[in-house]
Antibody
Framework: QVQLVESGGGLVKPGGSLRLSCAASGFSFSDYYMSWIRQTPGKGLEWISYISTTISFTNYADSVKGRFTISRDNAKNSLYLQMSSLRAEDTAVYYC?????????????????WGRGTLVTVSS | EVVLTQSPATLSLSPGDRATLSCRASQSVSSYLAWYQQKPGQAPRLLIYDASNRATGIPARFSGSGSGTDFTLTISSLEPEDFAVYYCQQRGNWPYTFGQGTKLEIK
């Protein structure tokens, strides 16, 4: 069955960096766009980035543009999110999710399968 | 940015009741609207995509309707496992946004 497992979260100081990983199994990873979505009690769910199947196209929310970089390794069935210049407001549970695959153009949803999330806490 | 406003914030119903959840967009998103269910400690689960299409494995008691700016998720007869938080999400306009959620609680 489809499985997405995030890792790499933790406590980091403001201005610091962190790299999240998402290991995919149970489906043809290279056929799917992938997204990162985060969730906080205050702001709710926020889409932050997606990447196309062949890494040729990426898209970011303004809140993370220039600070976060999404990437993937189809040979390793893995998705990554490199986060830098972290701020307190980046504190959230970060989910990876499949993006599209339901007809129409992928990118921005629908998000069919999600991981369980990894918690990132930015605090001094 | 498209703001999705969900109502009501909380809906208190009993098993067997019919639930009607609303999602209103601040501008047209065509039919590019999805609904997700989230239970405590779990990731969201896709229920409905493109306004009215059930995702694989979703029971027929869940249905979606609407287009443009007004959308509805209906659960025809609530089962105990349906009590959760429900979110709408649009992909009609960048950036892709979620509503703030409707909590469906047992009365």
């Amino acid at each position: 069955q489809v499985q997405l497992v995030e890792s790499g979260g933790g406590l980091v100081k403001p201005g610091g960096s962190l790299r999240l990983s998402c290991a995919a199994s149970g489906f043809s990873f290279s056929d799917y766009y992938m997204s990162w979505i985060r969730q906080t009690p205050g702001k709710g769910l926020e889409w932050i980035s997606y990447i196309s199947t062949t890494i040729s196209f990426t898209n970011y929310a303004d809140s993370v543009k220039g600070r976060f970089t999404i990437s993937r390794d189809n040979a390793k069935n893995s998705l990554y999110l490199q986060m830098s210049s972290l701020r307190a407001e980046d504190t959230a549970v970060y989910y990876c999710a499949t993006d599209g695959g339901y007809g129409g153009n992928p990118g921005g949803g629908p998000f069919g399968f999600w991981g369980r999330g990894t918690l990132v806490t930015v605090s001094s | 940015e498209v703001v999705l406003t969900q109502s009501p914030a909380t809906l208190s119903l009993s098993p067997g009741d019919r639930a009607t959840l609303s999602c209103r967009a601040s501008q047209s998103v065509s039919s590019y609207l999805a609904w997700y269910q989230q239970k405590p400690g779990q990731a969201p689960r896709l229920l409905i995509y493109d306004a009215s299409n059930r995702a694989t494995g979703i029971p027929a008691r869940f249905s979606g309707s609407g287009s443009g700016t007004d959308f509805t998720l209906t659960i025809s007869s609530l089962e105990p496992e349906d009590f959760a938080v429900y979110y709408c999400q649009q992909r009609g306009n960048w950036p892709y946004t979620f509503g703030q959620g409707t909590k469906l609680e047992i009365k």
